[in-house]
């Protein structure tokens, strides 16, 4: 629905459009925001999603900022929560910002700069991590998300690492150094202190290197990317 429309215009320019706008309904998502056209032929969209769920999936966008430009090409930033099913594992209440670009020719980047995530429990496999919050930043000039021409690419790198939960019934944590991932290429970490069983009763392990391959041969990201 659109609760109110503006349009503006002297004659000597182009029109300008403003408008506030909201859906809704059975099984669509519930989005409130405002959309306005300026003299320049761009456009901005300023909007915010309820919680939305689908099966097992929820995601919600606190804000989100949508900017295009007279040429086409689009930036966006904002935050979004998200719970589900992931390749291999599922998420609850990941949250994290939104912040990327696309144009045409260079296709969509996003997450240039470094940014903080947390979630209540992420798993993957038969490892659980607990309410935690790290920061992952992209390679030196690169994005953490890009897909262009060359295909889809994930890479990512944290500084440090100090991550709890349970491996299967066990209480796990781990600490340590870097650790930077490519997708598709390579998996690595350095200096882990792994620590196995209740508190005062585990088993400690330190790994000084770990690697793994993921996917095609690409170059991952450095360790120790800040």
């Not at 925001?33 to 929820?58: D, K, Q």
């Not at 798993?123 to 992209?138: D, G, Y």
């Not at 939960?165 to 796990?172: D, K, Q, S, V």
Request: aromatic share 4%; glycine share 16%.
């Amino acid at each position: 629905a659109i609760s109110r429309f503006q349009m503006t215009a002297d004659g000597l320019s182009a029109a300008r459009l403003s408008g506030n706008f909201t859906t809704g309904g059975r099984g669509l998502p519930q989005i409130a925001g405002r959309i306005e056209r300026g003299a320049g032929n761009g456009m901005t969209l300023r909007a915010a999603m309820a919680e939305y769920v689908a099966g097992p999936s929820r995601v919600a966008l606190p804000q989100l900022v949508l900017v295009q430009n007279r040429n086409g090409s689009l930036g966006f930033a904002g935050a979004a929560r998200l719970s589900g099913p992931l390749p291999g594992g599922e998420a609850r209440n990941l949250a994290l910002p939104i912040e990327g670009n696309y144009a045409q020719g260079r296709g969509l980047l996003a997450w240039r700069q470094c940014v903080p995530v947390s979630f209540d429990s992420l798993a993957l496999a038969n490892l659980t991590l607990q309410r935690r919050s790290l920061t992952l930043c992209p390679p030196p000039g690169g994005a953490i998300f890009a897909s262009d021409s060359r295909g889809t690419r994930v890479a990512a790198g944290a500084s440090s690492l100090d991550l709890a939960g349970r491996l299967g019934a066990t209480p796990i944590r781990i600490t340590g150094g870097a650790m930077g991932l490519a997708w598709p290429g390579t998996m690595a970490a350095r200096s882990l202190d792994i620590a196995i069983g209740p508190e005062g009763d585990a088993s400690k392990f330190r790994i000084a290197n770990l690697g793994a391959r993921i996917g095609g041969d690409r170059r991952g990201v450095g360790l120790g990317q800040e």
